[in-house]
């Protein structure tokens, strides 16, 4: 069992961001690298039962901003908050800290334990209840306080009109933090949060690097090979799907299959090749290419 | 005075020889059946006694005493009537026993005396030709069934009093030999065809993979992409069964089927889809007395599996042990039984419990929760005995339109057949036929990779979470895509391609 870190208010540790929120906590409890509190938070929240497109670019967004070197703080919950943890963490060196509505002991939900179990280890569990606190409905919106309080902004990846990611937008603008949302269809009711947010005036994020430049951060340029024409460590036949994919972004392998010249069987080992070189990506079936 | 009759009595799919005894005693007139009969056996002297009497002979008033030997195994079934009737004349003096003591006999009376098909009449010929007992006289019914033997002489009747006449030699006896066809061509259905699904080429692929590997396959996607239509053509590329394998599927289906319903063996795999309501005994079989299941009615074809996470826990579970030895075996209070099973799994599921994850312009409402509670109901160890995992979209209107069949069922067939023949003459000294059935030693030796195939697993090993069991399953699938290209050696494409067909969510 690891150490579970009390720290006050007047303790050097409590971090800076919390104090001048309003209804600040009175004492915080921690498990992991205190050091944390120190560095610059974004937040990553959205909804539980995000789309595929919603985990993807939390993801994304999540690795990018984390290779900055920023911390991202979000609430272990299942969908967007779990993705973005689990982006941070993807980043080398990436750092992320969970803030929980429960006792810094107790993994809520359990579908998330093996993540919980290395934010433990490589980040920062956090809480205002003491350990051993069980979940309570109403702990969740005043947890989502800390969350927004720690970071200089929030943003949401997908969340419905009705929303528990809306009220840590709230929050944020009551704490005077950033905002900003990700679009999405305007067909799905997943996107509609994040777009009337933007109508409303948050920061529209417009690719995985949108906070990095929103507070001009050094962003490290794609690799030239991989997005440009030319790739060098390419055959001749996957350099043809190289460029199906390129020309056919989000399409299914059957619908490469129908315009691909040769066999469905070389096609489905030569998308095996380019995912392993990380040229494209799958989710859901359906086929990217990588590095968005 | 005392006579003795052959016949067979059944043990799951294999028969024994049984004698039936009879002796006729002075004293208070009675039948009295001994050896183990159960309730068919013991209603037998009612049908008897009539059909003797209405057959215009006569049923000695004397006390008779019948004894199956031997007497320790339990008996039923009505095949044993016939015999029981036979050598009771023969005992009464109406038949010569020198005549009868040559053939053996199966059927069931009628009161009137005419002879009714019986269950599992192949494989009690086929029990009692292991004994070397060659004459066999049977309901005339299941002639049909038993026409793969082509090496016992079959005296088919229709009544008793035939039977009696020909065996007393009133009547002329007439054998019936079938000949061995050479390959019959079978006029197989094949209103089915490949070329009528539209833009699924990857997964037909992906099922003449499995067809040549004998593999098991799980076709994944939302309703309308089309799992179901793939799979009902998919028996259509197996091969054809060999000599072995067509008496096999018939002597399952002796037992299984209405007595005498057989219209003959035809040569068509076996395409077995049971509800998902199925309980595990009705899948793997069971009952009182312990009956064939959905997987060995599946044995050497196809058991398809439709929605398979609403399957029964229990009843997925004991496919477990059917897939992994390819039989089963059932245990009940008299006794167990062992039945074959070796199928090709086929089943289908959605991507989450409504259906439509992923799909463009559904919505879908599942959480996260429910996706993962979806999921797991195929357990660990059902997905680590699935080798493919094909994952299937809706086809855009546009392609539907652009038509082009692409592969058809014949194409795919021929190149099943091929990759078969080149996996039974490299296994032509191995217990394994196919390449799904290969064991971990002979993955070693026959599935060899390269360099550079072993630095692309080790890459695939890294970026896609592989597990050991995956690993193999890899190198199986490897092989028969290789095979399918008549490729000696397996290429890093061919592994590439069976990367593919991994399972992206267990």
Known sequence: ?????????????????????????????????????????????????????????????????????????????????????????????????????????????????????????????????PPGTAPRNYYFPERNRLISGLSRAVVVVEADLKSGSLITVNWALQQNRDVMAVPGNITSSLSRGCNRLIQDG??????SSGVLEYYNYETEKPPAGKTGQAAADLGTDEKVVWKLVRQNDGKTAAELASLYPGPAGQLAGILTVLELKAYIRLTEGKIYIANI | MYAVIQTGALMGIDAEA?????????????????????????????RIRTAIRNSGYVFPLKRITVNLAPADSRKEGTHFDLPIAISLMVASGSIPQKRAAAFAFIGELSLDGRVHPVRGALPLAIGLRRLDMRRLVLPRENLPEVSLLTDIELYPVSSLGEAARQLSGEQDLKAVVFEREQRRQLPVKRNLDFSEVLGQEPAKRALAVAAAGAHNVLLCGPPGAGKTMLAARFPGILPEMDYEERLETMIIQSISQKPGSSRGETGVRPFRQPHHTVSAAVLVGGGHRPEPGEVTLAHRGVLFLDELPEFRRSALEALRQPIEDRRVT??????????????????????????????????????????RRYRNRISGPLIDRIDLVIDLWPVQCEELAAGGGGLTTAELRRQVENARSIQSERYVKNDAQLNSRLSSGQ??????????????????????????????????????????DSSVSITDLHLAEALRYRCHYV
């Open chain 1, 202 to 207: 948050a920061w529209p994020l417009l690719s």
């Open chain 1, 1 to 129: 069992m690891s150490e579970i870190f009390q720290i006050d208010r007047a303790a050097p540790e409590f971090p800076e961001s919390l104090k001048g929120i309003p209804r600040a906590p009175k004492r915080l409890y921690a498990i992991g690298d205190l050091s944390l509190l120190k560095k610059e938070c974004i937040a990553i929240v959205g909804s539980r039962r995000a789309t595929p497109y919603g985990l993807e670019v939390a993801r994304h967004i999540a690795r990018q901003t984390a290779e900055a070197g920023l911390v991202i703080v979000s609430g272990l919950a299942g969908g967007i908050d779990a993705a973005g943890h689990r982006g941070a963490l993807d980043a080398p060196a990436g750092q992320t800290i969970a803030v929980l509505a429960t006792g810094p002991d107790i993994c809520y939900p359990a579908s998330n334990r093996s993540l919980y179990n290395v934010i433990r280890k490589c980040g920062l569990v956090l809480s205002e209840y």
């Open chain 2, 443 to 484: 993955i070693r030796q026959y599935c060899k990779i390269g360099a550079s195939g072993k630095l692309l697993l080790e890459q695939a090993y890294r970026r896609f979470g592989l597990s050991a069991r995956a690993y193999q399953k890899v190198l199986k699938l490897a092989r028969t895509i290789a095979d399918l």
């Open chain 2, 18 to 46: 049984v004698s039936v005894e009879t002796d006729l005693a002075n004293g208070l007139p009675g039948m009295n059946i001994v050896g183990l009969p159960d309730q068919s056996v013991r209603e037998a002297k009612e």
């Open chain 2, 330 to 371: 059932v245990s009940r209070l008299n006794g167990s039984v062992c039945y074959p099973a070796d199928f090709i799994l086929l089943a289908t599921m959605n991507p989450c419990p409504c259906g439509y994850r992923g799909v463009p312009g559904k919505e879908c409402a599942c959480t996260e929760t429910q996706i």
